[in-house]
Nanobody, 122 residues
């Protein structure tokens, strides 16, 4: 049984930083693409970033230059370093994995975590 567990969320002031982590168990994810999505209150879930097994990254335009996705295959983890946070980054952040290439389309992701709340105050 595949399980993804996110951690690192919290409350931060605008301009601050947070690092999210996602630990996978029940599956070796070294060959998978790992991604982050988020869902703000009253909005649909949206893509944030993804990283392939080879390290190729893909980002939502509004987070480019502020967020960095990375992975540690030895630890079966993926991280999202978030800097210069804005109130509009407030959301529940979800970790997800898929086989193959990186994509922003959530339907392609097979496994999902339960999410971690990120709140950015103005």
């Amino acid at each position: 049984q595949v399980e993804l567990v996110e951690s690192g969320g919290g409350l931060v002031q605008a301009g601050g930083s947070l690092e999210l982590s996602c630990a996978a168990s029940g599956r070796t994810v070294s060959s998978d693409t790992m991604g982050w999505f988020r869902q703000a209150p009253g909005k649909e879930r949206e893509f944030v970033a993804a990283i392939t097994s080879g390290g190729t990254t893909l980002y939502k335009d509004s987070v480019k230059g502020r967020f960095t996705i990375s992975r540690d295959n030895a630890k079966n983890t993926v991280c999202l370093q978030m800097n210069s946070l804005k109130p509009e980054d407030t959301a529940v952040y979800y970790c997800a994995i898929k086989t193959g290439w990186a994509t922003a389309k959530e339907d392609y992701y097979a496994y999902w975590g339960q999410g971690t709340q990120v709140t950015v105050s103005s």
